[in-house]
Structure formats: C-alpha cells, structure tokens
C-alpha cells in the first residue's frame, strides 16, 4: 500500500485483538512493525507468524502505565530500525461496572491505562518526529469516546479524554505532524475479559457485543489513516458493525 510499505509503526497492546490485527495488516502492506505488550508468548508467534508471512516484525516487552517503558519501547524502534514513523497508541482495558460497585482498583487502572498510557505514548514518541519534524500518532479510542451510557462511565470518560488529547495535540504539533484517531464500535477482540463481575460481562456481551466486526476491520481503518499522502490528515474514523445503530 503506498505510504505504508518501509514505515516503522510501533504498536502498542499488540499481543491480542485490535492492535494483533493492525500489527498483521501493516507489516502484510510493507510496513515494519514494533510490538509491545506485557505478554511476551503472544508477541513470539504473533512476530513469528508475520516472518512467516515475509513480513519484518520485532517485539519488546511493554507496560504503557510506566513510562519508562513506554520510552525503552521507542528506544528499541530506533534502534532496531533506525527510524519511528507512525506510534499506535492501542493498549486499552474495559472492566465495565456501575459507579456503586465503588472498583477504584478498576477505575484507576482505566486511567492509568487508557489515559496515561497515551500520555507516555506521546511524551516519548513526539520527541523523535519533533527532531525529524515529520511522524504520524494514531490513536484508539472507542465508540464510548462520544457515548455514554450505565456501566461505561469511567471507560468512556477514559475515552473522551483520550479524543481531547488527540484534538489538542494534533493542533499544537508542527504541520508535518498528524494526529489520527480511530473509533471502534463492537470489535472482535479479548476486551470483555477485562469485567470482573461475571453478570456484567455476559450482560455486556449480549448486549454491547452481539454484533461485532473483525478486529481486521479495525486495521484496515488504521492503514487507511497512514496510507494518506503527507499532507493529508485523516482526524477521525468512527467504525462500527453495520447493525449497531444505538451507541
Ligand atoms: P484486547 O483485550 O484484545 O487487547 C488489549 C491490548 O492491550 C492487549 O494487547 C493487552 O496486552 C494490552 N494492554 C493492556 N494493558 C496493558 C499495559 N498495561 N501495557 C501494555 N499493554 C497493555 O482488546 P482490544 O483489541 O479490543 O483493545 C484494543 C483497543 O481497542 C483498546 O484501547 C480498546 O479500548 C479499544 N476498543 C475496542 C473495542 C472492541 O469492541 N474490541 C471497541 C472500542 C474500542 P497485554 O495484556 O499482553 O499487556
């Protein structure tokens, strides 16, 4: 895909669903891809399943709530490639619960996950396309970016933050910068498994996940966004499966 071919694009939460996906469909377009996430098995055969593919893929162990990790895992881009072209900023949690279930352990994690998780992203990789004055962010953020409804209060306002900062940054960056964000709505992914009362996770999969669209869907949304020339920022792309109308 032009624009996409030889670009090294670091992905975030690349172990599973969404950022898996992105992960695949870029390196299968040419891009060489930078997995991070904490579980390093499924990184392995995620990198050695793009390798069998002929696709140049590396991986680096990864906690977007430390910043310092976050800024090894740029670190090891430039290293391993000598460039950064494109940071996903992917890795995301969504324990669903109601206000007075009172899961401050979870609402935390949200925060320091969905939210400061972005920040690391950007205090590390905005030096680098500041130096080169060029580099591209995209980051995922959710249909509940927009949306809110009982359950998704504190995921959704984790998300609506996230499309601030998109919003703020990509009008305080230089003009060679882009910032893109990317809405999914219902995808195939392990995300459920983040609610830990068990009665809310089936609720949730009845009834938000009934419908969902693979997680390739996503990546192709994504490519899109990088595929663009230079000049050419795609801000927002909102996907979702055809038949989810309510949220
Ligand atoms: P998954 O649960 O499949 O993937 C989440 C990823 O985030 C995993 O790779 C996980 O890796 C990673 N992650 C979680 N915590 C951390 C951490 N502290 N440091 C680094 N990585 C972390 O779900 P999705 O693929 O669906 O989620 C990807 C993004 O898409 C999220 O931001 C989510 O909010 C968003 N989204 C998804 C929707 C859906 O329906 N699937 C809808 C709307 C938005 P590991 O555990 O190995 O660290």
Redesign the pocket.
């Known amino acids: 895909m032009e624009n996409v071919k030889g670009k090294v694009v670091a992905i975030?939460?690349?172990?599973?669903?969404?950022?898996?996906?992105i992960a695949k469909h870029l390196a299968a377009q040419g891009a060489k891809v930078v997995l991070?996430?904490?579980?390093m098995d499924?990184?392995k055969e995620i990198s050695e399943s793009i390798h069998a593919h002929g696709g140049t893929a590396v991986y680096q162990e990864?906690?977007?709530?430390d910043s310092s990790?976050v800024k090894s895992f740029v670190a090891f881009a430039l290293e391993q490639f000598g460039q950064l072209d494109v940071f996903v900023n992917?890795?995301?949690?969504?324990p669903l619960s109601m206000m007075n279930q009172y899961k401050l352990e979870e609402w935390h994690r949200m925060v320091?996950?969905?939210i400061k998780?972005v920040l690391h992203g950007i205090a590390a990789a905005l030096p680098v396309f500041e130096e080169k004055d060029n580099g591209q962010f995209v980051n995922?953020?959710?249909?509940?970016d927009r949306w809110v409804g009982p359950t998704s209060t504190v995921?959704s306002a984790t998300?609506f933050a996230v499309r601030a900062i998109s919003d703020g940054l990509r009008q305080e960056v230089s003009r060679n910068i882009r910032v893109a964000l990317v809405?999914?709505?219902?995808?195939?992914?392990?995300?459920a498994?983040?609610i830990s009362d068990p009665e809310l996770k089936k609720m949730a999969i009845e009834m938000?996940?009934k419908e969902?669209i693979p997680?390739d869907a996503?990546a192709r949304a994504v490519a899109f966004a990088i595929a663009q020339p230079a000049d050419v920022d795609v801000n927002e792309l909102v996907v979702r499966p055809t038949a989810q109308k309510a949220f």
């Open positions: 975030t939460g690349a172990s599973s669903g969404i950022g898996e996906a991070g996430a904490r579980r499924h990184l990864l906690d977007v709530t990790s992917n890795a995301g949690v969504m320091d996950v969905n998780g995922i953020t959710s249909v509940g995921y998300k809405a999914p709505g219902a995808t195939e992914s392990e995300l498994n983040t938000f996940r969902t997680a996503i």
